[in-house]
């Protein structure tokens, strides 16, 4: 099973924030937490990482909690483009456990 | 820029006929991984590897047998094709980051079709 827990699906208004959360109450002091997209069943695609402070890059942001039981994947003004399916996995490992993800649809 | 090759990227074939999917990295990767991924479903883990001659079974039971012999090459093998083995599979190589970090790179998927 996978060690993450994330909504089934989620809107975003084009040029809104899209706020994607994740539940990984689990979570061990040594996991990172991943988050990856997939785009009409391409391969998956990195996004950003974290392991107990908040980043930030080019694509999005995110935020974990002080507790690193939960975490926040920020896209700051979503596109028509970031339409996917968005997965957030924590591993301190070689493997990922991928759960079933957020299916993000941005309107136009 | 991720250097991940998969081919063919879409595959159609009989019952009983023996595949090979290939995979390349050019970027040194020690490990690499198979996962299977049937449409709207999540990434299942199948076989990885740690580097040549190192292959181990993923956490989905699969027919599909791997092998490493280079460092930059991770085939993937169906001995006799059967209609249930109809998925996409993905590629993925990683190397060992600083601490445990293991970002994933991955490949844009064969999408097999046995009929």
């Known amino acids: 099973d996978a060690k993450t827990t994330q909504p089934t699906s989620m809107d975003c208004a084009e040029g809104r924030a899209a706020n994607l959360p994740c539940n990984h109450s689990?979570?061990?002091?040594?996991?990172?937490v991943y988050w990856y997209r997939q785009i009409h069943s391409q391969g998956p695609q990195y996004i950003i990482h974290g392991l107990k402070n908040n980043e930030t890059n080019e694509m999005a942001s995110l935020i974990i909690t002080e507790d690193r039981k939960s975490s926040t994947l920020i896209l700051p003004h979503a596109t028509l483009r970031d339409t996917a399916v968005y997965y957030c996995?924590?591993?301190?490992?070689?493997?990922?456990?991928f759960g079933t993800g957020t299916r993000l649809k941005v309107l136009a | 820029e991720a250097d991940i090759y998969q081919t063919p990227r879409y595959l159609v074939i009989g019952t009983g006929k023996k595949i090979t999917l290939e995979c390349s990295q050019t970027m040194g990767h020690d490990k690499m991984y198979w996962y299977q991924q049937d449409p709207g479903m999540e990434l299942h883990l199948i076989h990885y590897s740690y580097g040549v001659n190192s292959t181990e079974k993923g956490d989905l039971s699969s027919e599909s047998t791997v092998s490493r012999i280079r460092t930059e090459h991770f085939p993937l093998t169906l001995e006799s094709a059967r209609p249930s083995h109809t998925s996409q599979y993905l590629c993925?190589?990683?190397?060992w980051g600083q601490g445990n970090y293991n970002e994933q790179f991955f490949g844009p998927g064969t999408r097999l079709t046995v009929l």
């Open positions: 996995i924590v591993s301190g490992t070689y493997k990922y456990i």
């Open positions: 689990t979570i061990s002091g040594n996991e990172y």
């Open positions: 993925a190589s990683s190397e």
